[in-house]
Nanobody, 123 residues
């Protein structure tokens, strides 16, 4: 099992910045990918950004150039620096972790999610 705890959400004006943090505990040695997803009211949960244990990142086109994901493997933490925030960034942001385990010939995967943290951007 992996437990994820987010922090750093809040209310900010358009153009402002916020930094989200997520701390993982439990089977952290098996975590391969960590990241952030978000869900706005009435919408499906969508990818914001992910980062592998080796530092390779992937992010949604809507946040490229504004959001930066980073990771501290020693602390088992992932961060999301959000700059130039827009009202359409308003959502609940969820921390995500992908755990991989098992033999090389048959790798098993489990997804873990945090409770979510609210980010509200006012116009």
């Amino acid at each position: 099992q992996v437990q994820l705890v987010e922090s750093g959400g809040g209310l900010v004006q358009a153009g402002g910045s916020l930094r989200l943090s997520c701390a993982a505990s439990g089977r952290t040695r098996s975590i391969s990918v960590m990241g952030w997803y978000r869900q706005a009211p009435g919408a499906q949960r969508e990818l914001v950004a992910t980062i592998t244990s080796g530092g390779r990142t992937n992010s949604a086109d809507s946040v490229k150039g504004r959001f930066t994901i980073s990771r501290d493997n020693a602390k088992n933490e992932v961060y999301l620096q959000m700059n130039s925030l827009k009202p359409e960034d308003t959502a609940v942001y969820y921390c995500y972790a992908l755990v991989q385990y098992g033999p090389v010939e048959r790798v098993y995967e489990d997804d873990y999610w945090g409770q979510g943290t609210q980010v509200t951007v006012s116009s």
